[in-house]
């Protein structure tokens, strides 16, 4: 019923000169990923609010045949290929081996990354959180937040607790939400491997707590954004749009890009989009608020396209300053991501790359998916992973890695030319988590146990700032995205502590019992300088977990937001997705930004 209106809405609009506004809504909502569509359906709930979202991705129903890559959680973790994505590469890192050029994970498809991720549920630490509030965030650290995450979902523990317990899933029901939209549960199976890596972890005597989602130090069994019922992932579309699509207030719009947000003198007033290039522009008023959630690089693409941004930046590409904010798109973070690979001996039946290279195996997994919800086609890319404080993956070297951070130049070889205010939010963002990787309260490794029995070492708290800048005034033309890793050396300095740690884990008998043979990064690199290397020649710079672009700081810190998320020095337009994060969480990014949409929803509610 829905779908058909806003085709119809679609195909209205799409024939309308551009000179007038063809509608107007309360909100004007652009991008229905992950962010969005929690704040649609919010916003929605109240009839007299009229809410549009404007997507550029396709919407699946999920009838679609193609829908089973978001649906099964066979085919999770971005290996959908290319058609569910903007395919934009960031550009050249010296110094960087196979992956100096890339392209950026960034979801084209409604529900965002929720549709396409790794299906990983999970939150950084409470000082994660702690942190943002220390940078000048009152009421956005831990407890801030907690209310939202638990308001975002619905927690299904194992059924079968003796299972659960031989797979050393625990769990924590006051830091759990019983009653939201996103269905958070574990799948019925899980490979044998799994229990090998938590006895490594208990003889290195790392700590196990009970939820993860309480306290995210140590190892732990992270749920997925799973339905308990079918197996099936839960996502932005499924937990947020389907509950809102029946509202007569409620229109959205499919495979149609915004291309400027549009302003009455500094309010902003509406938006501008089309099919696409030489389309018909339409434009759609607002008359309350333009929310951007369009993800942590076009949402400072599209600020500024519309004239918000840094002066200097808009001025050379001919755009008019609505606002000097130099710190749209000048904090781009994201995990660093190096592929540990060690060659084991598994059993036939423990193998899971069979499902790639025995076509019958699959198609007899899938039967039995399909038949009774269970089995390799249930899971994902795994459920085991580690998150490791400095001080546990190198107690004998983490303070003098430390003072040498300290005296260290600023991390960023261009900093010249960022603007003072940015510099300074830095220098303040750097001193503070200085100060944290000296304690045992921030985990800046994150060690994920792959079922393939691979081991992803991840850099979880970055140093190394990355930009976002418009390359065109043209909206079709894809934006300059600078990652900037491991423009800061400490960076470089904990990965290589990280991976002495994961082979110290690898060393344990319950790992040694699997003949490992280390291929990646190789048994004979040793020295620091070699690893280093490695590191340099292997790692990938972006774990589809983008965010900070434009930061909720104090706007003398190269802020953007405040802390209503209200973008500074215009009236009417609030960024809510990963871009206001100050500071990237040591975790998986979903449960965040879901709770920073809900919170942010009840803030526009209530007024504020």
């Given at each position: 019923?829905?779908?058909?209106?806003?085709?119809?809405?679609?195909?209205?609009?799409?024939?309308?000169?551009?000179?007038?506004?063809?509608?107007?809504?309360?909100?004007?909502?652009?991008?229905?990923?992950?962010?969005?569509?929690?704040?649609?359906?919010?916003?929605?709930?109240?009839?007299?609010?009229?809410?549009?979202?404007?997507?550029?991705?396709?919407?699946?129903?999920?009838?679609?045949?193609?829908?089973?890559?978001?649906?099964?959680?066979?085919?999770?973790?971005?290996?959908?290929?290319?058609?569910?994505?903007?395919?934009?590469?960031?550009?050249?890192?010296?110094?960087?081996?196979?992956?100096?050029?890339?392209?950026?994970?960034?979801?084209?498809?409604?529900?965002?990354?929720?549709?396409?991720?790794?299906?990983?549920?999970?939150?950084?630490?409470?000082?994660?959180?702690?942190?943002?509030?220390?940078?000048?965030?009152?009421?956005?650290?831990?407890?801030?937040?907690l209310p939202w995450f638990k308001k975002s979902e619905t927690f299904t523990p194992p059924a079968d607790a003796a299972w659960a317990a031989e797979y050393g899933i625990t769990w924590?029901?006051?830091?759990?939400?019983?009653?939201?939209?996103?269905?958070?549960?574990?799948?019925?199976?899980?490979?044998?491997?799994?229990?090998?890596?938590?006895?490594?972890?208990?003889?290195?005597?790392?700590?196990?707590?009970?939820?993860?989602?309480?306290?995210?130090?140590?190892?732990?069994?992270?749920?997925?954004?799973?339905?308990?019922?079918?197996?099936?992932?839960?996502?932005?579309?499924?937990?947020?749009?389907?509950?809102?699509?029946?509202?007569?207030?409620?229109?959205?719009?499919?495979?149609?890009?915004?291309?400027?947000?549009?302003?009455?003198?500094?309010?902003?007033?509406?938006?501008?989009?089309?099919?696409?290039?030489?389309?018909?522009?339409?434009?759609?008023?607002?008359?309350?608020?333009?929310?951007?959630?369009?993800?942590?690089?076009?949402?400072?693409?599209?600020?500024?396209?519309?004239?918000?941004?840094?002066?200097?930046?808009?001025?050379?590409?001919?755009?008019?300053?609505?606002?000097?904010?130099?710190?749209?798109?000048?904090?781009?973070?994201?995990?660093?991501?190096?592929?540990?690979?060690?060659?084991?001996?598994?059993?036939?039946?423990?193998?899971?790359?069979?499902?790639?290279?025995?076509?019958?195996?699959?198609?007899?997994?899938?039967?039995?998916?399909?038949?009774?919800?269970?089995?390799?086609?249930?899971?994902?890319?795994?459920?085991?992973?580690?998150?490791?404080?400095?001080p546990q993956i190198s107690p004998s070297n983490y303070t003098t890695l430390l003072a040498s951070a300290a005296a260290a130049s600023a991390s960023l070889p261009n900093s010249p030319?960022?603007?003072?205010?940015?510099?300074?939010?830095?220098?303040?963002?750097?001193?503070?988590?200085?100060?944290?990787?000296?304690?045992?309260?921030?985990?800046?490794?994150?060690?994920?146990?792959?079922?393939?029995?691979?081991?992803?070492?991840?850099?979880?708290?970055?140093?190394?700032?990355?930009?976002?800048?418009?390359?065109?005034?043209?909206?079709?033309?894809?934006?300059?995205?600078?990652?900037?890793?491991?423009?800061?050396?400490?960076?470089?300095?904990?990965?290589?502590?990280?991976?002495?740690?994961?082979?110290?884990?690898?060393?344990?008998?319950?790992?040694?019992?699997?003949?490992?043979?280390?291929?990646?990064?190789?048994?004979?690199?040793?020295?620091?300088?070699?690893?280093?290397?490695?590191?340099?020649?292997?790692?990938?710079?972006?774990?589809?977990?983008?965010?900070?672009?434009?930061?909720?700081?104090?706007?003398?810190?190269?802020?953007?937001?405040?802390?209503?998320?209200?973008?500074?020095?215009?009236?009417?337009?609030?960024?809510?997705?990963?871009?206001?994060?100050?500071?990237?969480?040591?975790?998986?990014?979903?449960?965040?930004?879901?709770?920073?949409?809900?919170?942010?929803?009840?803030?526009?509610?209530?007024?504020?």
């Open positions: 019923m829905k779908l058909s209106l806003a085709l119809v809405l679609a195909s209205t609009v799409a024939s309308t000169a551009s000179t007038s506004y063809t509608k107007e809504y309360d909100y004007i909502i652009v991008g229905g990923g992950t962010s969005g569509l929690v704040l649609a359906a919010r916003l929605s709930a109240t009839p007299s609010n009229s809410v549009l979202v404007i997507e550029a991705g396709h919407l699946f129903e999920e009838t679609e045949p193609p829908s089973i890559d978001i649906q099964f959680p066979r085919y999770s973790g971005w290996n959908t290929g290319q058609k569910y994505h903007w395919n934009i590469s960031w550009t050249p890192i010296a110094g960087l081996g196979a992956n100096a050029v890339g392209n950026l994970p960034l979801a084209k498809v409604f529900g965002g990354g929720s549709a396409i991720n790794g299906m990983f549920f999970d939150r950084g630490t409470p000082a994660d959180y702690d942190l943002w509030e220390e940078l000048g965030n009152p009421g956005w650290g831990w407890e801030g937040l924590d029901m006051s830091v759990r939400g019983d009653s939201g939209p996103v269905h958070v549960s574990y799948p019925p199976w899980l490979y044998p491997q799994t229990k090998a890596y938590w006895a490594a972890c208990r003889a290195m005597g790392l700590p196990f707590p009970r939820d993860g989602a309480g306290d995210a130090r140590g190892c732990f069994m992270t749920p997925n954004a799973m339905d308990p019922a079918t197996m099936t992932r839960s996502y932005a579309k499924t937990a947020y749009h389907n509950m809102a699509r029946d509202r007569g207030n409620y229109h959205f719009l499919q495979e149609r890009e915004v291309t400027r947000v549009l302003f009455e003198g500094r309010r902003a007033v509406g938006v501008e989009y089309a099919k696409g290039p030489g389309e018909p522009v339409v434009r759609v008023r607002a008359r309350r608020e333009v929310v951007m959630a369009a993800g942590a690089v076009h949402t400072p693409r599209l600020l500024q396209l519309s004239g918000v941004g840094e002066r200097k930046l808009l001025e050379r590409l001919g755009i008019e300053v609505v606002v000097d904010l130099p710190g749209v798109g000048a904090g781009l973070q994201d995990h660093v991501g190096y592929f540990m690979r060690n060659n084991v001996s598994l059993p036939k039946e423990d193998d899971p790359t069979r499902l790639t290279t025995d076509p019958a195996y699959d198609a007899e997994m899938k039967a039995l998916f399909l038949a009774n919800r269970t089995g390799p086609w249930a899971i994902s890319q795994g459920n085991g992973a580690g998150f490791f404080p400095l030319a960022l603007h003072p205010t940015v510099l300074s939010g830095h220098a303040l963002q750097r001193s503070l988590l200085l100060q944290h990787f000296a304690h045992n309260a921030t985990a800046v490794l994150e060690v994920i146990f792959a079922i393939r029995m691979s081991t992803t070492l991840v850099l979880t708290k970055p140093l190394s700032r990355g930009r976002v800048l418009l390359n065109s005034s043209s909206p079709w033309a894809h934006p300059l995205v600078h990652m900037h890793t491991f423009t800061a050396a400490p960076d470089v300095a904990i990965l290589v502590e990280g991976l002495k740690f994961a082979r110290r884990l690898w060393s344990q008998p319950a790992l040694q019992a699997y003949a490992p043979v280390e291929a990646v990064p190789g048994a004979g690199v040793r020295s620091e300088e070699e690893i280093r290397e490695a590191l340099w020649a292997g790692a990938v710079p972006s774990l589809a977990h983008p965010s900070c672009s434009c930061p909720m700081l104090p706007r003398e810190m190269g802020g953007c937001v405040d802390t209503t998320l209200r973008v500074y020095g215009v009236q009417g337009l609030r960024i809510v997705d990963a871009s206001v994060m100050p500071v990237i969480p040591a975790s998986h990014l979903m449960a965040t930004v879901y709770a920073v949409a809900e919170k942010a929803a009840d803030l526009i509610i209530s007024g504020v």
